[in-house]
């Protein structure tokens, strides 16, 4: 509970009026454990800050989840979420009839038809629909309406607004690192990319003669020298510590501001 308070101690000199304590730890606390956790962040919080649990679907059985959530009733929890395995939708409603504490589910809901059915067989109180496996913001809404019909609250789960879904942002950083390292791939700085250069010149200009003179020499194409060929098939090498678009490279750039 020391790392608990020292948390509770910065979200509330930082302003937050909900907060929401995860008593995720399996079966290293027992029940009457997580009764006295539950206590102490009351406690921490005060009587006006909002205080949410998240029990992170530690039950299989509705009736222990019922022991632990009637002993802190007097918390005045605003919702206690995960609390039985997701798809218990049996379980949630027995909790829902027998708790005067909000409990929340469809967390992994896929549908606005998913969400339905937690509300008229799950009896649920809030929905906790995820935009990641909903079906983006436009589902998300049509539950949110739904939720509203029912005169229920529906609140988003998942990465804080703002975030990217990992797999959005890896690609995002995967671009930009190609786009960030593209101009030192394109330079050379190295005499070796000289010499090979001139090796690939002539070689260019050797092939350029071979397919003339299978065409044969009756061509009267005005473009019959060897070196303006090898010059248009083989650009040439750009300078040392410039890419070959005329900017100067990365090591030409670091030199220069680090002087």
Not at 208 to 231: D, F, I, K, Y
Request: glycine share 8%; proline share 5%; charged share 25%.
């Amino acid at each position: 509970m020391d790392a608990t308070a020292v948390l509770v101690e910065r979200a509330l000199s930082l302003g937050f009026r909900a907060v929401k304590m995860e008593v995720i730890f399996g079966d290293a606390v027992s029940g009457r454990g997580l009764v006295d956790c539950i206590r102490e962040g009351r406690r921490l919080l005060g009587d006006d800050v909002v205080m949410l649990v998240d029990f992170g679907y530690r039950w299989h059985d509705w009736r222990d989840a019922l022991w632990t959530l009637s002993r802190v009733e007097d918390c005045d929890l605003f919702l206690a979420e995960a609390i039985v395995q997701h798809d218990d939708i049996a379980g949630h409603a027995k909790l829902a009839a027998r708790l005067q504490t909000r409990v929340a589910a469809a967390e992994y809901s896929a549908t606005v038809h998913e969400c339905r059915e937690w509300l008229e067989r799950g009896q649920v109180d809030v929905l906790q629909p995820d935009p990641n496996r909903c079906g983006g913001l436009t589902e998300l809404r049509r539950i949110a309406e739904l939720a509203a019909h029912y005169g229920r609250p529906s609140s988003r789960t998942g990465r804080r607004p703002g975030s990217r879904s990992p797999r959005a942002g890896t690609s995002t950083r995967r671009r930009r690192t190609l786009r960030s390292w593209r101009p030192s791939i394109r330079t050379c700085t190295s005499p070796s990319c000289d010499e090979s250069s001139s090796v690939q010149s002539s070689r260019s200009s050797t092939a350029g003669s071979r397919s003339r003179s299978r065409r044969g020499s009756g061509s009267s194409s005005p473009r019959t020298s060897s070196s303006a060929t090898a010059s248009r098939s083989a650009p040439p090498h750009p300078a040392p510590g410039r890419a070959t678009d005329g900017r100067p490279s990365r090591e030409a750039y670091r030199s220069a501001t680090s002087s």
